[in-house]
């Protein structure tokens, strides 16, 4: 089993910054991607960005230029950095773990981002 606990969120102004960070332990496969999804009150969960071991990343269009996901193997952690925050980014972030050569993947249990005046 993984174990995916998230980190940083929080309550910040319109056109700040925030850091979010996934930290992986347990069972950990050696290839693997990992993403950040969002969610909304009243809305469906999506994916915000994605990045494989090498560095491969993709993003949502409505993130595009904002929004900057990285990971570091050593330490089996996935970022986020989210800047220019508006308040329509307003939601509870996740991070998920999924390995490349198995149906296996982890959740973790989320972290409050509050984009507010």
Do not use: H
Request: proline fraction near 3%; include cysteine.
């Amino acid at each position: 089993q993984v174990q995916l606990v998230e980190s940083g969120g929080g309550l910040v102004q319109p056109g700040g910054s925030l850091r979010l960070s996934c930290a992986a332990s347990g069972n950990i496969p050696i290839s693997y991607t990992m993403a950040w999804y969002r969610q909304a009150p009243g809305k469906q969960r999506d994916v915000v960005a994605s990045i494989t071991r090498t560095g491969s990343t993709n993003y949502a269009d409505s993130v595009k230029g904002r929004f900057a996901i990285s990971r570091d193997n050593v330490k089996n952690t996935v970022y986020l950095q989210m800047n220019n925050l508006a308040p329509e980014d307003t939601a509870v972030y996740y991070c998920k773990m999924n390995a490349y050569y198995s149906y296996e993947q982890w959740w973790g249990q989320g972290t409050q981002v509050t984009v507010s005046s």
